[in-house]
């Protein structure tokens, strides 16, 4: 058996190298040493640059996230530089909550897990425990993993409670009332309850505000109005102190919110108004946009459109100085519909244009950021790859080398893959989206071109007779067909444009639609839409569907039932949609159902989207239209 040669007598240069580097020390310890106070100086000046650097960085959150990240990095990479924990931790820590915001989930990811494990390293329960409920809601809300969220905060009501400490106790029970509230209501609701408990014991006022606001959020959201508002009067009656005016306001305009809900307006409008005025003494001009923007749609629930125009133009011009350009993104998609309202055509294009202008501009600054991320961590991972290439031996260059060029070939074979599939689906979603043409041109607009030509050739015998009652007749019904294929040549353009594929748009021409119908009819209604749906997308396919559904309900309803009174009502829930139209109109017997073309219609399109429609009715006892659709927002 042959003799293994030592490792020091294979690499001689390396040992030497090792001698050179000790004696290099050696020789330079008395030079450290007398430079020792001169360190101490410049250690305080890095840590004054730090604190500095997160004082900027922490100011600039509200205004700009990515002022915010620079500043951030910059304290990350001092002190890193000189090996300061504790700053690294509190940057670090910093980091995660601006990358959270921004989107960089991985980024966020990764410094949240930095500061568990530092956390636990140097046995800081406090660090550890806000780490973990940090973890909790990341996982949560950014990255649907509930199974981890629900880990993270258990750990963490464990810790609090070992720790004995009642406000992260609050926090991690309210942390685990946040993850369920997409699973289990009455849990969530459940964990708010105790929380609120624990707020209690602690005695702290702003935890016990902050519980308080919370419940009635929670209570709204499952519908109990009552106990909402009863929590939300709760909270106004602990805001009794000068250094809580700042919370009033907001407490004020979410009871709003509630009584909004409830269709009581004008107890809303007094809230809102309230509102607004403690806002102004305290100069919040968020809350004060948010509060003009509540006032406007609440004059417009009232149907006065003048005092709406005024007050969405009072919050556009505090959120113009701001530069909230998401805020105002959405105040001029209002102004747009309530100016379509008062039939100001001309305002209502120029403010739909400024809409899409703030929303090319969001989404154009968002892809940007990506990329100038994306390109920041590909340049220092470029430098960290450079510096390990020119340490590394002849054999091990090879090899890495010849492992980018294989990660080279994956990429290109995976991008030619991905290219190649998209436009497989692009061509697949084209000749969809002809057959769905053809076949809306024939059904609706054909069927009317060819009705105006019968109608054509009647006036035009009836004319040869001098039968002018009969030609009158026989206009006015060209007249009525005609609109109705300017109506059906508008909604078939609506829907192929990409720009209307949200549900707030399929909403907002709903709603445009029901009242034009409705109160042509004299008929009293209630519409009753989801909020926060900014961000929920629909296919083609279900844009149109779910409105062509729509429209021939409501239709129908004006046409042959004879009511005086309809509720609209749309609810989104974890995975599926639910539209359901109700009148108190004449009905019909059950036998009649899906005998008539448009009814057999409206089960062909829920069917093409795997949903259900039913209708419910009886002669006396008004109708009931319910449509269910698998949907995720």
């Not at 609090?160 to 685990?176: F, I, N, P, V």
């Not at 509102?275 to 102004?280: C, I, S």
């Not at 300017?486 to 549900?503: A, E």
């Not at 021409?509 to 409705?518: G, K, L, T």
Request: charged content about 25%.
């Amino acid at each position: 058996m042959s003799k293994e040669i030592p490792s020091f007598l294979k690499y001689p240069l390396l040992w030497i190298f090792m001698v050179a580097v000790l004696l290099f020390h050696v020789t330079s310890c008395h030079e450290k040493n007398g430079n020792s106070a001169a360190m101490t100086a410049e250690y305080k000046n890095d840590t004054s640059r730090i604190n500095e650097y997160l004082t900027i960085s922490k100011s600039s959150y509200k205004t700009s996230v990515d002022t915010a990240i620079f500043y951030g990095e910059k304290a990350y990479a001092l002190s890193k530089k000189i090996g300061d924990e504790l700053f690294k931790y509190k940057s670090t820590s910093w980091l995660m909550e601006c990358y959270s915001q921004k989107g960089f989930l991985d980024k966020s990811l990764e410094m949240a897990i930095y500061c568990l494990n530092h956390s636990q390293e140097t046995k800081n329960k406090e660090y550890e425990l806000e780490a973990t409920i940090e973890l909790s809601k990341l996982y949560a809300k950014q990255f649907k993993n509930f199974e981890k969220s629900l880990e993270y905060a258990n750990n963490a009501l464990d810790l609090s409670k070992r720790a004995g400490d009642l406000h992260m106790q609050t926090e991690a029970l309210e942390c685990l009332a946040a993850v369920y509230s997409d699973i289990d209501d009455t849990k969530s609701l459940n964990y708010n309850l105790e929380a609120y408990k624990v707020a209690l014991q602690s005695k702290d006022d702003d935890l016990i505000i902050t519980m308080l606001s919370i419940l009635a959020e929670a209570y709204l959201n499952t519908g109990d109005h009552k106990n909402s508002i009863r929590y939300y009067r709760l909270c106004l009656d602990r805001l009794n102190k000068p250094e809580m005016n700042k919370m009033v306001s907001y407490a004020k305009h979410n009871l709003g919110n509630v009584y909004a809900d409830l269709g009581t307006y004008d107890t809303a409008m007094i809230l809102y108004k309230s509102a607004l005025q403690f806002a102004k003494n305290q100069k919040q001009d968020e809350i004060i946009g948010l509060c003009y923007s509540s006032i406007a749609n609440t004059y417009m629930n009232l149907k006065d459109h003048p005092n709406s125009l005024l007050a969405i133009d009072s919050a556009i011009s505090v959120e113009i100085p701001r530069g909230s350009s998401y805020r105002l993104m959405y105040l001029y998609l209002s102004k747009s519909s309530f100016a379509n309202n008062q039939k100001d055509y001309k305002l209502a294009y120029e403010s739909l244009r400024k809409y899409k202008s703030y929303n090319e501009e969001l989404n154009n600054d968002e892809i940007q950021n990506k990329i100038n991320l994306l390109e920041s961590a590909q340049l220092q991972k470029a430098k960290e790859q450079e510096l390990k290439i020119e340490a590394l031996q002849t054999k091990k260059f090879r090899i890495t080398t010849i492992a980018l060029v294989l990660n080279s070939i994956i990429l290109a074979i995976f991008i030619f893959y991905i290219k190649k599939q998209a436009k497989l689906r692009r061509e697949l979603e084209q000749e969809q989206l002809r057959n769905r043409l053809s076949r809306d041109l024939h059904d609706d607009i054909g069927s009317t071109l060819s009705s105006i030509n019968i109608l054509s050739r009647t006036a035009q015998f009836n004319l040869d007779k001098t039968e002018s009652s009969k030609i009158k007749t026989a206009l006015e019904k060209i007249n009525e067909r005609s609109q109705r294929l300017l109506t059906n040549m508008s909604d078939i353009i609506w829907n192929i444009k990409t720009g209307n594929d949200t549900l707030e748009d399929v909403m907002s021409r709903m709603r445009e639609y029901a009242v034009s119908i409705f109160e042509a009819q004299n008929i009293e209604f209630s519409i009753l839409f989801p909020e926060n749906t900014m961000n929920c997308k629909l296919s083609m396919t279900e844009k149109n569907n779910l409105y062509m559904i729509f429209k021939e309900s409501v239709n129908n309803l004006a046409k042959y039932s004879g009511a005086t009174h309809a509720n609209i009502q749309l609810i989104i829930s974890t995975n599926h949609l639910q539209m359901s139209i109700s009148d108190n109109g004449r009905g019909f017997e059950e036998s009649e159902l899906f005998h008539s073309g448009g009814l057999l219609n409206m089960r062909q399109r829920a069917e093409e989207m795997n949903g259900r429609f039913n209708i419910i009715s009886g002669p006396g006892k008004g109708t009931f239209l319910e449509l269910s659709m698998p949907y995720s927002c």
